[in-house]
C-alpha cells in the first residue's frame, strides 16, 4: 500500500509559477512510477507528466511541454512538480499517483494509488 499527500497548490497570476510535491509512505518509492494529473469542473482527470522509479526518464502532455518538469527525490520519498508560465487553463485540481508499470500510461485506470488532490487556481 502507498498512500500519497500533495502539497504546493495554490492561486498564482497568469505567468507565475508554483511547485508540487507529493510525499509516498513506504519503503518501495523507487520501484515505482509516479505522475501527475489533473481535473478540471466538467473535465475528465488528465495525463500532465510521468518520470520512472529511477527518475532517469520523464513524459509530458504537449500542452506543458516546455513549461513544467517532473521530478523526484527517492531519499526523501517525494516527486515533484515544477510549473512555470501558468495560464489560466492550467486552474484544475492537480493529483499524484503511482504505478507499478508505465511511467507514461495517460489512462488513470491504469495508475494503482492516488493522492487527495491539491487546488491550482491561475488568474488571468
Known amino acids: 500500500q502507498v498512500q500519497l499527500i500533495e502539497s504546493g497548490g495554490g492561486l498564482v497570476q497568469t505567468g507565475g509559477s508554483l511547485r508540487l510535491s507529493c510525499a509516498a509512505s513506504?519503503?518501495?518509492?523507487?520501484?515505482?512510477?509516479m505522475g501527475w494529473f489533473r481535473q478540471a469542473p466538467g473535465k475528465g482527470r488528465e495525463f500532465i507528466a510521468g518520470v520512472t522509479g529511477s527518475g532517469r526518464s520523464t513524459t509530458y502532455t504537449d500542452s506543458v511541454k516546455g513549461r513544467f518538469t517532473i521530478s523526484r527525490d527517492n531519499a526523501k520519498n517525494t516527486v515533484y512538480l515544477q510549473m512555470n508560465s501558468l495560464q489560466p487553463a492550467d486552474t484544475a485540481v492537480y493529483y499524484c499517483?503511482?504505478?507499478?508499470?508505465?511511467?507514461?500510461?495517460?489512462?488513470?485506470?491504469?495508475?494503482?494509488?492516488w493522492g487527495q488532490g491539491t487546488q491550482v487556481t491561475v488568474s488571468s
Open positions: 513506504g519503503r518501495t518509492f523507487s520501484s515505482y512510477a
Open positions: 499517483a503511482a504505478a507499478r508499470t508505465g511511467y507514461d500510461n495517460y489512462d488513470p485506470l491504469r495508475w494503482n494509488y
